[in-house]
């Protein structure tokens, strides 16, 4: 380079036109920087105002009397229908559900996680349990109505649904356990082994306990997502209109995001904010199961 | 390993089974939803030809039992791919921003308060989503804008934009995680080379995590193909082959929840029909999700 040249870079037009160029990049970057916190803010506008939707339509409805709402069956009067049936269906369905898939699923993270061998059969069934989590919970109905419903011949019963819930929520708690299996660090396995452990022993021992926290998060959140699910439970054909709690596994039993689809679909404006007021019962329900899921997180998680 | 399984107990053996069985469960499970939605398609297929399954422009179940029903599929595949693009038109530059905000731009205190947010958002259950898309978005976002005549009650928009606020946490929390794997070697030589945060956002960030951001947007059109509850409550139930978003139409899940809510008796062509859609929405849903899943390995392969 020689030295005309570089006194050329240097000449003040050159200088100034360099810097209004970088002016206008400031005001891109600028222009930028509001873009992404717009486009960021939009989805967080979009949850308040749902929320604000639902606690607006519903909350006279829901304060109006608060216990015969919860304690009353459904009615054709909209002024005078009650989501007891619901209710308690969905804390059955739910804890069924949790009984089902629980065990089987913390077995089958185990099984991954601490025994499998690295072969074919392995790879499979992981690949398998990757599809399974992504199959629509309208296709887990069909699953439940063909086998569960009909060909087990439960009909629409309690059962019925919290297999079919158990089986949805499955493929879901295997990666929650199996992360948080995979979380404890090999030198726990190593010493329990050195100590004359055998493996199950080590895992029942020593890797379980310590994994039990993040599984357990992982299992309310699963839950919660169950809970939450209409498609399933519609397609096995659990009953919206029942008077009656279960007493049996084979009863039928109704479930909260079922009534809140049933009302919604009704053309009064009454039954309209008896949704909206069953739907806030519902988030109320999701927002304490995941308070509890990161009260168990941030509370007994062990940090390696 | 081998020192270890040559001198296990039987009762350990035992519980190594047990776990074993738990994990070949969940294959059980595939192969189950495979028989059902198999056996009882084929029963469809015997009376209904497959070929004007997938050519027919008309779905018209017949009354009662569903004979004499002409059963095209098409119309349903055309509102489903309209509720599956107009999904990815709201959640893809929302998902986007959203992840190019959480990570490159956002402070921890700020990421710290928008992704619990945004996982709220994905866990809202979808009949609250629906009542929402029902009763504000098509009432007091839609019309307001478009016009009363020109927007009905029931409309493919108010679904879209529904199930575009469920995707963008999918979309935005895998294409985050794509960009943060992104090395920050790259990054910095960026900045060294005189860049601005837009600048190495856009050029270097965005690329390098492309297909994982494609993943994430397969995913998401596989979730709102799948998805039921929100577009049968917002974008109706009338099956019709239109691409005019502001009328009524019906999804592949939508007409399998209508069908189950006007009970099918078992046996009959309406009720083997729900497991001729649920195959077809198994198949699009489970190509689709491998194809996110063939991506996101390949992305893992090239920064680990």
């Known amino acids: 380079m020689t030295a005309s040249s570089s006194v050329e870079v240097l000449a003040p037009s050159r200088l100034r036109r360099g810097a209004t160029r970088s002016g206008l990049k400031i005001l891109t970057d600028a222009a930028f920087s509001v873009l992404l916190f717009v486009g960021t803010i939009v989805g967080v506008i979009a949850l308040a105002t749902l929320i604000w939707t639902i606690v607006d339509d519903g909350w006279a409805r829901l304060m109006a009397d608060p216990v015969a709402f919860m304690t009353s069956y459904v009615s054709r009067l909209p002024a005078r229908a009650g989501i007891k049936a619901a209710l308690v269906g969905s804390a059955y369905l739910m804890a069924l559900t949790a009984l089902f898939c629980f065990p089987v699923g913390v077995g089958a993270a185990i099984y991954l996680e601490e025994f499998a061998p690295r072969n074919r059969v392995t790879n499979f069934v992981e690949a398998n349990i990757a599809n399974l989590a992504g199959v629509p919970s309208v296709v887990y109905g069909l699953l439940g109505l063909g086998i569960f419903a009909r060909f087990l011949r439960m009909g629409p019963s309690l059962l019925a649904g919290a297999l079919t819930l158990a089986v949805m929520s499955l493929p879901v708690i295997i990666v929650a356990a199996r992360e948080s299996i995979r979380a404890v660090p090999d030198g726990i396995r190593l010493g329990a082994f050195a100590l004359g452990a055998t493996r199950w022993q080590t895992v029942r021992r020593q890797v379980l306990p310590a994994a039990m926290p993040g599984t357990l998060t992982g299992t309310i959140l699963a839950l919660s997502r169950a809970i939450g699910e209409t498609a399933p439970l519609l397609v096995i054909g659990l009953p919206i209109v029942i008077f009656s709690l279960p007493n049996d596994l084979r009863d039928p039993v109704s479930a909260l995001p079922l009534l809140i689809f049933d009302w919604t679909s009704r053309p009064q404006a009454a039954f309209a904010e008896a949704a909206a007021a069953a739907s806030i019962v519902l988030l109320a329900l999701l927002l304490a199961m995941n308070a509890v899921a990161i009260f168990l997180r941030n509370r007994y998680t062990i940090r390696w | ?304």
């Open chain 2, 1 to 304: 390993m081998s020192i270890a399984t040559r001198t296990v107990r039987t009762g350990e053996r035992v519980i190594v089974n047990a776990l074993f069985a738990c994990a070949v469960l969940s294959v059980a499970v595939t192969v189950g939803i495979v028989a059902v939605l198999l056996v009882d398609a084929v029963e469809f297929f015997r009376e209904s030809s497959l070929v004007e399954f997938l050519t027919g422009t008309v779905w018209a179940p017949g009354q009662g039992g569903g004979e004499g029903g002409q059963y095209g599929v098409l119309p349903l595949i055309n509102g489903t791919l309209m509720i599956g693009l107009g999904a990815i038109v709201v959640g893809l530059p929302l998902g986007v921003l959203t992840a190019i905000y959480l990570s490159e731009y956002a402070n921890p205190r700020v990421r710290g308060v928008l992704k619990p947010t945004l996982e709220i958002l994905a866990g809202i259950p979808t009949v609250i989503v629906g009542y929402f898309a029902l009763q504000f978005i098509t009432p007091s976002l839609l019309r307001p804008i478009f016009g009363d005549d020109r927007v009905f009650v029931f409309n493919a928009a108010a679904g879209s934009i529904a199930v575009g606020l469920m995707i963008l946490p999918i979309i935005a929390s895998i294409s985050e995680d794509a960009m943060r794997s992104v090395p920050a070697s790259l990054r910095e030589a960026a900045y060294g080379l005189g860049s601005t945060k837009r600048q190495v956002s856009l050029r270097v960030v965005v690329p390098a995590a492309l297909s994982g951001i494609a993943a994430s947007v397969i995913l998401a059109f596989s979730r709102a193909v799948g998805e039921t509850m929100a577009v049968t409550i917002a974008a109706g139930n009338s099956p019709k082959m239109t691409f005019d978003y502001f009328t009524s139409i019906q999804t592949l899940t939508a007409s399998i929840a209508q069908t189950v809510s006007g009970e099918a008796a078992a046996g009959t062509v309406r009720y083997n029909a729900l497991f001729a859609l649920g195959l077809t929405l198994f198949v699009i849903t489970l190509a689709m999700n491998l194809i996110s899943a063939r991506i996101v390995r390949r992305f893992r392969q090239v920064y680990s």
